[in-house]
Nanobody, 120 residues
Framework: VQLVESGGGSVQAGGSLRLSCAAS?????MAWFRQAPGKEREGVAA???????VYEDSLKGRFTVSRDNTENTLYLQMNNLRPEDTAMYYC??????????????????WGQGTQVTVSS
């Protein structure tokens, strides 16, 4: 499975961006992670179904994950961006037998990342 992210860029604080992740084929579990300079990679949001998504606690209310299964594409709508959201954002996919949530080790496929930079 190949994953290709797009939609990153530079915005001012309070702005919005929508990231996209196109998968080369259908895969059941998909998620977003991010890694800021000098920090470990962390989970952002994971998609299980339209009625079940998982978010890193501090991002709830600002970030929304969605999926278009007809196009094998995962989205991340990011609103009210803050400088601390600056990071490389990665799309990940998993063929695990059960929903892996934001467990990084459970994701087998990774995109190349898209940079998000938020200025104050």
């Amino acid at each position: 499975v190949q994953l290709v992210e797009s939609g990153g860029g530079s915005v001012q604080a309070g702005g919005s961006l929508r990231l996209s992740c196109a998968a080369s084929e259908y895969i059941y579990w998909m998620a977003w992670f991010r890694q800021a300079p000098g920090k470990e990679r962390e989970g952002v949001a994971a998609w299980r179904s339209s009625s079940l998504t998982v978010y890193e606690d501090s991002l709830k209310g600002r970030f929304t994950v969605s999926r278009d299964n007809t196009e094998n594409t995962l989205y991340l709508q990011m609103n009210n961006l803050r400088p601390e959201d600056t990071a490389m954002y990665y799309c990940a996919a998993s063929s695990a037998g059960s929903f892996p949530g934001l467990s990084e080790a459970s994701y087998h496929y990774w995109g190349q990342g898209t940079q998000v930079t938020v200025s104050s």
